[in-house]
């Protein structure tokens, strides 16, 4: 009985030490993830809908048109990211990453039930299902993360930046992407999805390495270490430029060729994916874990794949009959939406 009662209160100070954890610094950074993850949702659309009206007039992006850059409603939905993003990093510097970093996942639904309202973009019930899968196996990535190491310099993350085994992975990612663009984009991109999401996955994880390293360089900048001196912040910031570009490019070639709902979530997991292994190389963060924390990370990934496969299987799938429905007109904008969910239909006319 003593033990018993040694072990509720043991039990009950943890949960009163767990509440009194949410302090108003946490409580800041869960709304600025919120935040981010209702802005970067929502940009999806915007940006899709700029897409479509600079399509009308121009070469549409999807087969190397640029004529978006002069459509202001893309740029609002650019701008909308750049909100969400900063949202986002702001959020690092108020909560601990394993309270934010699941929150991005929100992003998926809200992208997807505006894509529903406003693009009017069917999803089919098993997309659905793999949006879960996608959602759920992401986040037990992430809450099963290990908290990231003290770092005390910029030059200390540039050592494990250049230790053999990232190097490695950062010449493999751009090899791979290097043979995506040059290869299987001119001859896959406007039917197979993986290959633009493939190149703004791979790029993100070297991005968001980099991005970790200018946070760090920034705070200790800003508590009176000075790392703006050193040019391994310079580096960093030339590294995250190039990716940022290249990831902002494909993704505008797959939003513009494949429907929302399936961009979203696909990117995400890819994403996380290569974001969660490269930190894992750079940071040997499963140097720090146990047995049962890797294989929950594990399967993790295996509920992604799960939810990825659903995705793609039923991108061509009708919601009610397997016969290609009607088109019907949206009154907006004028653009026709299709009976097949998943996929953007394959031309379209100028007025």
């Given amino acids: 009985m003593a033990a018993a009662a040694a072990a509720a209160a043991e039990s009950s100070g943890s949960w009163s030490s767990a509440y009194k954890g949410m302090s108003s610094d946490n409580i800041k950074g869960l709304v600025l993830a919120l935040s981010s993850s209702v802005f970067i949702g929502a940009s999806f659309i915007v940006k899709k809908k700029g897409l479509k009206k600079a399509g009308a007039s121009g070469i549409r992006a999807g087969i190397g048109g640029y004529s978006y850059l002069y459509e202001p409603l893309w740029w609002a939905g650019m701008i909308t990211m750049i909100v969400g993003e900063i949202a986002n990093f702001a959020a690092y510097a108020f909560a601990p990453a394993i309270l934010v970093t699941p929150l991005g996942a929100l992003s998926i639904i809200i992208s997807a039930v505006l894509a529903h309202m406003i693009l009017r973009e069917k999803l089919h019930i098993f997309g659905v299902l793999g949006c879960v899968l ?54 896959y991109g406007q039917t197979h999805i993986m290959v633009y999401i493939g190149v703004c996955s791979l790029m993100g994880s070297l991005s968001v390495m980099s991005v970790k390293a200018i946070g760090i360089a920034l705070k200790l900048t800003f508590s009176g270490m000075n790392q703006l001196i050193y040019p391994q912040t310079w580096v960093f910031t030339l590294v995250v430029i190039v990716c940022v570009v290249t990831q902002m490019n494909y993704l505008n070639k797959a939003l513009d060729t494949f429907n929302t709902a399936v961009v979203s979530p696909i990117y995400y997991v890819m994403f996380t994916s290569l974001t969660i292994l490269a930190s894992v190389i750079m940071f040997k963060d499963w140097d720090r874990q146990n047995p049962t924390q890797i294989v929950t990370e594990m399967c993790g990934f295996v509920t992604i794949l799960s939810g990825t496969f659903l995705l793609h299987k039923t991108k061509d799938m009708a919601d009610v009959s397997p016969v290609r429905l009607p088109k019907h007109m949206d009154e907006e904008d004028g653009f026709a939406s299709e009976g097949i969910p998943l996929r953007c239909q394959e031309s379209r006319s100028s007025p």
């Fill in 134 to 187: 996608c959602v759920v196996g992401s986040t037990t990535i992430v809450l099963h993360a290990p908290q990231e190491q003290e770092i005390e310099s910029v030059k200390e993350v540039w050592d494990l930046a250049t230790e053999p085994a990232f190097i490695l992975y950062a010449a493999l990612v751009i090899a791979a992407v290097l043979v995506l663009i040059f290869h299987y984009i001119p001859q």
